[in-house]
């Protein structure tokens, strides 16, 4: 067990609906980061807050956000949902930022299906 | 643009054989390079390499970084079936961490 809980494991919801993925990460850490993992595309890095500031932005669809909140958890929001958006959702979380030479440790993922 | 490729895309082995998995890089501001394994959901943290040609060992798996030619490789020795899994190579690259696409690895009994 990483420490790292995410909610929930699975969702399934139609087209253009919105939904909202949470993440808890180990205690003490201060950065949590947001993956998206498809089939064909690998684990892709969306968005990564530290101490409740957005730090690095990667290939993060604007439809998509995140806000990590004063008790550090964060929550990944997730709209006008499409087929294409259906993927394994990860939240990793470390004690520093990236660039000093820390480690992440990966929730268990939420697995998004869109139908 | 910054590449993480890893090589091979998959292998399937018989236990007990040696196995090397590789993964390349070209990156800015290349901090780190880290190795995680992953079986059926999150990745688990193996190694995290910052020097060249310093051996990093956890029982049967060993990684070493390159750093003049930009590639670290993961050995596993006398392969398990418990090793089976998809193994990913990332680079810190000061910004985000930046993922291969993963070496799958089959051990068959």
């Known amino acids: 067990d990483s420490g790292v809980t995410q909610t929930p494991k699975h969702l399934i919801t139609a087209t253009g ?3 909202t993925l949470r ?23 969306l968005i990564q807050y530290y101490n409740g500031e957005e730090r690095a932005k990667g290939n993060i669809l604007e439809r998509f956000s995140a806000q990590q909140f004063p008790d550090l958890h964060s929550e990944l929001n997730l709209s006008s949902l499409e087929l294409g958006d259906s993927a394994l959702y990860f939240c990793a979380s470390s004690g520093g930022h990236w660039g000093t030479n820390t480690e992440a440790f990966f929730g268990q993922g939420t697995r998004l299906t869109v139908v | ?10 292998l399937v082995v018989h236990e007990g054989d ?35 040609g310093i051996e990093k060992k956890s ?14 490789i993961l050995n596993i020795t006398a392969t398990q079936t418990g090793d089976s899994a ?21 051990v068959t009994p």
Do not use: H
């Open chain 1, 23 to 45: 993440c808890s990460p180990r205690s003490g850490d201060l950065s949590v980061y947001w993956y998206q993992q498809s089939l064909d595309q690998g684990l892709q890095f």
């Open chain 2, 59 to 72: 029982g049967r798996l060993s990684s070493i970084l390159d750093k003049k030619e930009l590639f670290s």
């Open chain 2, 86 to 106: 998809i193994y990913l190579c990332a680079v810190d690259r000061a910004r985000a961490l930046n993922f291969g696409k993963g070496t799958s690895l089959l």
């Open chain 1, 17 to 19: 609906q919105r939904v």
């Open chain 2, 18 to 52: 040696t196995v090397t998995l590789n993964c390349s890089y070209e990156v800015t501001n290349f901090r780190s390079l880290l190795w995680y394994k992953q079986e059926k959901k999150a990745p688990t943290f193996l190694f995290m390499l910052t020097s060249s």
């Open chain 2, 1 to 10: 643009e910054d590449k993480v490729v890893q090589s091979p895309l998959s």
